[in-house]
């Protein structure tokens, strides 16, 4: 089976304008979490979707917004970039909800 | 006070030696991942645990829910198990994250 896969890999944004990251779950896997890496803050949970909902959402700002389709792959968007944005974000599949999760290679997103 | 504490953070050890990674949770908990994150990003998981105890090789993690505790253990370590050692709790629909412990195998 392919893994998850992440696009794009590298993004150069800057400061006031918007990205949207996307992310394709492994075959059969209908949960997607989205986290965020930095290394003030280490890895912090964004969303967890299942079968198209949203199960969840971490402590982040409006500016962060999510969606997953009905063929699961998902997509994330930040508007409104700041510096702080800057990080990477990884999402991660998995058969259900809390399960064993897989892990893509990640986005770089790079404000400035 | 994190809801997920790992210790050590940084831990260097002479390859063949035993390493044991502590992590503790102050949440409830349905399950508990171990995580591996090589330098360069990519992050795998290792165990996914809610009771006793798993082993995978030379990999073991146990968890103790009363105490509201888990282990993970490397047996006759390699320089190839260096890396950043992250366990998670999933808790009410997300995964909360301990900041990690820094693994350096030397030869």
């Known amino acids: 089976k392919a893994g998850v896969t992440q696009t794009p890999r590298y993004l150069i944004k800057t400061r006031g304008q918007q990205v949207t990251l996307s992310c394709s779950p492994i075959?059969?896997?209908?949960?997607v979490s989205w986290y965020q890496q930095t290394p003030g803050q280490g890895l912090q949970f964004l969303f967890e979707y299942f079968s198209e909902t949203q199960r969840n959402k971490g402590n982040f700002p409006g500016r962060f917004s999510g969606r997953q389709f009905s063929n699961s792959r998902s997509e994330m968007n930040v508007s409104t970039l700041e510096l702080g944005d800057s990080a990477l974000y990884l999402c991660a599949s998995s058969s259900s909800p809390g399960g064993e999760q897989y892990f893509g290679p990640g986005t770089r997103l790079t404000v400035t | 006070k994190n809801e997920v504490e790992q210790s050590p953070q940084n831990l260097t050890a002479q390859e063949g030696e035993f390493i044991t990674i502590n992590c503790s949770y102050s949440v409830g908990i349905s399950a508990l991942h171990w995580l591996q994150q090589h330098p360069g990003g990519g992050i795998v998981s290792l165990f996914m645990l809610s009771s006793g105890k798993k082993k995978h090789g030379r990999l073991i993690a146990t968890i103790n829910i009363q105490e509201k505790h888990s282990s993970l253990h490397i047996t006759a370590s390699h320089p190839r198990d260096s890396a950043v050692y992250i366990c998670?709790?999933?808790?009410?629909?997300?995964?909360?994250f301990g900041t990690g412990t820094r693994l350096q195998v030397f030869p």
């Open positions: 998670a709790g999933y808790n009410t629909d997300k995964l909360i």
């Open positions: 075959s059969g896997h209908r949960s």
